[in-house]
């Protein structure tokens, strides 16, 4: 069987590939993790509350 | 009888007379209701807004919800579920095409089985609906292909059995107290046929579900989470 291959984000970090946001990342067969690069979680708490209020002036909230 | 006991037996009875119009009055209005609204094409709409809370939905037949049903329940009843289960009555879901915001800022704690097979989107379905708890059960199918904002802040949500097929990435990563039939069942019904596709779910949720002993919290790297999720080696599973 082919390995898995999981990745895991330093402590205080989140992975991400632009799209998807993660702690614990167990890749697809095929997908390399090169896309894959790390921020803080302050700059994902900040895109998450961005989300949120584009989200929220869609919704007209 | 007298004149005066007649009289007494009536007003004795007049409450009661008049309980009985106001049953009969309101059953008349959502029987009129329900069948009028199912001969619709569509229920968007049908049950939306602050005005629907327990005290006044009160169904006297299954509702069906059909074709474009977005922003049916979007309401502050507060149990869906057992209110239809005191009434007697179902919800068929199976005819739904779009089920948009249907439970969009819901106040329900418990929802009843949701047959969307034939929907082909759940864009926000249960977007900003912290009080939700429980779902019985969501059966998609691979028409479905928009899952995008589905669980946005379902924080409450521990119980939601997936069936069916999913086709599309899913984010559920709010739902950190997702219990672990939910996610394992979430998983099992991830499509095999499909590439490229990402579910997220919430680490702190497959954390105490997989836990090796209580307490631990390391379900993520336990033996059982991950064979699991190897049983779904062309999914990238996400535990953010």
Same mark, same amino acid.
């Given at each position: 069987?082919?390995?898995?291959?999981?990745?895991?984000?330093?402590?205080?970090?989140?992975?991400?590939?632009?799209?998807?946001?993660?702690?614990?990342?167990?890749?697809?067969?095929?997908?390399?993790?090169?896309?894959?690069?790390?921020?803080?979680?302050?700059?994902?708490?900040a895109i998450?509350?961005?989300?949120?209020?584009?989200?929220?002036?869609?919704?007209g909230? | 009888?007298?004149?005066?006991?007649?009289?007494?037996?009536?007003?004795? %009875?007049?409450?009661k007379?008049?309980?009985?119009? $106001?049953?009969?009055?309101? #059953? *008349?209005?959502?029987?009129?209701?329900?069948?009028?609204?199912?001969?619709?094409?569509?229920?968007?709409?049908?049950?939306?807004?602050?005005v629907?809370? /327990?005290?006044?939905?009160?169904?006297?037949? *299954?509702?069906?919800?059909?074709?474009?049903?977005?922003y049916?329940? =979007? %309401?502050?009843?507060?149990?869906l $579920?057992?209110?239809?289960?005191?009434?007697?009555?179902?919800?068929?879901?199976? %005819?739904?095409?779009?089920?948009?915001?249907?439970?969009?800022?819901?106040?329900?704690?418990?929802?009843?089985?949701?047959?969307l097979? @034939?929907?082909t989107?759940? #864009?926000?379905?249960? #977007?900003?609906?912290? @009080?939700?708890?429980?779902?019985? $059960?969501?059966?998609?199918?691979?028409?479905?292909?928009?899952?995008?904002?589905?669980?946005?802040?379902?924080?409450?949500?521990?119980?939601?059995?997936f069936? &069916?097929?999913?086709v599309?990435?899913? *984010?559920?990563?709010?739902?950190?107290?997702?219990? $672990?039939?939910?996610?394992?069942?979430?998983? %099992?019904?991830? =499509?095999?046929?499909t590439?490229?596709?990402?579910?997220?779910? =919430?680490?702190?949720?497959?954390?105490?579900?997989?836990?090796?002993?209580?307490?631990?919290? /390391? &379900?993520?790297? =336990?033996?059982?989470?991950l064979?699991?999720?190897?049983? @779904?080696?062309?999914w990238?599973?996400?535990?953010?």
């Amino acid at each position: 069987m082919e390995q898995r291959i999981v990745l895991y984000a330093s402590d205080g970090m989140v992975l991400t590939d632009g799209e998807h946001y993660g702690k614990v990342i167990f890749l697809a067969d095929g997908v390399t993790p090169d896309k894959y690069y790390e921020i803080t979680e302050t700059e994902y708490q900040a895109i998450l509350d961005e989300q949120e209020r584009q989200n929220n002036l869609l919704y007209g909230l | 009888m007298s004149i005066a006991e007649k009289l007494q037996t009536i007003a004795e %009875n007049s409450p009661k007379v008049y309980e009985a119009g $106001k049953a009969k009055q309101e #059953y *008349d209005f959502w029987k009129e209701l329900q069948d009028r609204t199912e001969n619709y094409s569509g229920s968007t709409y049908l049950f939306a807004g602050e005005v629907w809370i /327990d005290d006044n939905f009160k169904p006297v037949q *299954d509702i069906v919800l059909k074709g474009n049903s977005n922003y049916a329940f =979007s %309401n502050n009843i507060t149990n869906l $579920k057992r209110i239809l289960e005191n009434r007697g009555v179902k919800l068929n879901t199976s %005819n739904v095409t779009s089920a948009m915001y249907l439970f969009y800022y819901s106040d329900s704690t418990e929802v009843p089985e949701l047959d969307l097979s @034939k929907a082909t989107t759940i #864009y926000a379905i249960f #977007y900003q609906s912290p @009080k939700v708890q429980s779902v019985d $059960k969501l059966i998609l199918s691979n028409k479905c292909t928009n899952y995008s904002s589905a669980f946005t802040n379902a924080t409450g949500l521990t119980h939601c059995i997936f069936e &069916g097929e999913i086709v599309a990435t899913l *984010d559920i990563h709010w739902s950190t107290l997702l219990d $672990k039939a939910s996610i394992t069942s979430l998983i %099992n019904t991830l =499509s095999t046929t499909t590439s490229g596709l990402t579910v997220t779910l =919430s680490k702190t949720a497959v954390n105490a579900a997989f836990e090796t002993a209580s307490g631990l919290a /390391d &379900g993520s790297t =336990s033996a059982e989470w991950l064979a699991l999720a190897q049983t @779904k080696s062309n999914w990238t599973i996400t535990l953010s």
